[in-house]
């Protein structure tokens, strides 16, 4: 394999939204959430998606490998915000220092909401949630979200919506503190986003930099947001909202790119 486009699929969410922004379509009478890429079987421990949010998601944490059951896996990962109106937040870690009981408390009478930060999302921000971060989505976002490639979410609140609740697993892997703020970047602070025990992740414009194609001397999925990436034997290409996986980065055509987002799993 030199390089491939990946499947997409939409996913419907009550918090969705009925029309996406280019070059997204949502099928007519769909709220569309995510819209994934298949993780392939070259990097199958990361998963790439986008969100589009016009209501709250449900306030929400994951557990670590180390917390996850036999068949459960952990789950890390990021937000890149792509476009917010003017008064989107995200929620991420608690206000001041709080206890377990004081967490199942406010997420059963509904008062979680206000222990928690509401941090301003604008263009550009990355905010990297380490396992066990208490976190939650507003409305009116467009995000590139980075994972572990995993679905186990423990939901705390989900304001009356009709759905599962796990109080018990999510209290006992919930870290209850404010969010580190080094965990909070932007993309005009440098090339690499991400450089974690799960994944990294880098932003190029145009040309990769000796630097990067240093760090992917193996299988790497290239997300353009702007331009185009194609394969240097012709045979697969990319633009925004696609996605390619390569054997290695010098398996891909950067010349027509603009910014694009590489994603590897740890060396």
């Given at each position: 394999m030199m390089a491939r486009q990946l499947p997409t699929r939409m996913v419907e969410k009550v918090w969705g939204r009925d029309t996406l922004?280019?070059?997204f379509l949502a099928p007519a009478g769909e709220r569309i959430g995510e819209i994934w890429f298949e993780p392939p079987p070259e990097v199958p421990q990361v998963l790439v998606k986008y969100l589009f949010t016009s209501e709250k998601l449900s306030v929400q944490v994951h557990p670590s490998d180390a917390d996850a059951l036999p068949g459960e896996a952990g789950k890390e990962e990021c937000w890149l915000v792509l476009d917010a109106e003017p008064d989107a937040r995200l929620a991420i870690g608690f206000e001041r220092d709080v206890t377990s009981a004081?967490?199942?408390?406010?997420?059963?009478?509904?008062?979680i909401e206000a222990l928690l930060t509401w941090h301003p999302a604008r263009p550009g921000d990355l905010f990297y949630l380490p396992a066990g971060t208490v976190h939650a989505i507003g409305p009116g976002l467009a995000l590139v979200e980075v994972q572990q490639a995993s679905d186990t979410t423990f939901r705390l609140y989900d304001y009356g919506r009709p759905r599962e609740l796990h109080l018990d697993r999510a209290l006992a892997v919930a870290i209850g503190a404010p969010y580190a703020a080094c965990h909070h970047r932007t993309i005009a602070a440098g090339p690499t986003l991400v450089d974690?025990?799960?994944?990294?992740?880098?932003r190029v414009e145009g040309m990769p930099d000796a630097a990067t194609r240093a760090a992917y001397p193996g299988a790497l999925l290239a997300l353009p947001l702007a331009g185009e990436v194609t394969a240097r034997d012709g045979s697969a290409r990319a633009g925004a909202g696609e996605c390619l996986v390569a054997s290695g980065i010098d398996d891909l055509d950067f010349s027509a790119a603009g910014m694009t987002l590489l994603t590897r799993k740890p060396l």
């Open positions: 922004p280019a070059p004081e967490i199942e408390a406010a997420a059963r009478d509904g008062t974690g025990p799960h994944f990294r992740l880098d």
